[in-house]
């Protein structure tokens, strides 16, 4: 079977379920849309159509987890990292959550000095970065007023390998009924694929090792 005998669509939905697993199907939407959450997983909108499609072509299965990829399936999706043109349309759009000024100032002495250069502002990159650990999305779904993919990769591993992110996410809490919580948990660290690989490299230490990462 070739890669071009898809439609946009079913490559698209090809590609979102190898990166993020089992899928939740509603239908009765006239046009493809799709979002990741904590709590829902891949939520995928559009013509029954696009599904129906895929189950007939023996690619995608239904489960007690939702819509999964068959081992056809898996063999089908295209295996590149950057996100297909058709995925990045068809995404809803997610409205960014600033950090308030409070929490900023709680955790602005770890942040390094700007050395006379100007450089984006630390309170878009690090409400960037905690948006997508906490929505467990890619750096490119990130809405772009926090500063864009590359300056969010970019401070990603610039903080992350200097231990800035490991006392910031240590020292960064929001309020809640129960008290207060931190914002970034090991939890949201290991379910997000950079926020692993960020675990793996030593990089939060304060809030779970390698060897606890390694142990789940």
């Known amino acids: 079977m070739k890669w071009k005998t898809f439609t946009p669509n079913q490559a698209a939905v090809l590609w979102l379920m190898r990166e993020h697993g089992a899928a939740v199907f509603r239908d009765g939407f006239r046009r493809l849309s799709w979002a990741v959450t904590p709590s829902e997983g891949l939520t995928i909108d559009g013509p029954n159509l696009i599904r129906d499609a895929l189950l007939a072509r023996g690619l995608i299965a239904t489960t007690t987890a939702g819509y999964v990829l068959t081992v056809a399936g898996q063999q089908e999706a295209p295996a590149q990292k950057a996100m297909p043109r058709r995925v990045a349309e068809t995404r809803l759009q997610l409205e960014p ?4 000024d409070e929490q900023m100032q709680t955790v602005s002495e770890w942040f390094p000095r700007s050395h006379g250069k100007p450089r984006l502002d630390d309170r ?3 409400s960037g970065i905690v948006m997508v650990l906490r929505e467990n999305l890619m750096w490119q779904q990130a809405p772009a007023v926090f500063g864009g993919e590359m300056a969010l990769r970019r401070r990603w591993n610039q903080w992350g390998a200097s231990g800035v992110l490991d006392a910031v996410f240590a020292h ?5 009924s129960n008290g207060p919580r931190l914002v970034i948990t090991d939890t949201m660290l290991t379910k997000n694929t950079s926020g692993r690989r960020g675990v793996a490299l030593g990089w939060f230490e304060t809030i779970i090792s390698a060897e606890e990462l390694e142990a789940a």
Do not use: D
């Open 97 to 100: 959550v600033w950090l308030t």
């Open 124 to 126: 878009a990159i690090l």
């Open 172 to 176: 960064l809490f929001e309020p809640t």
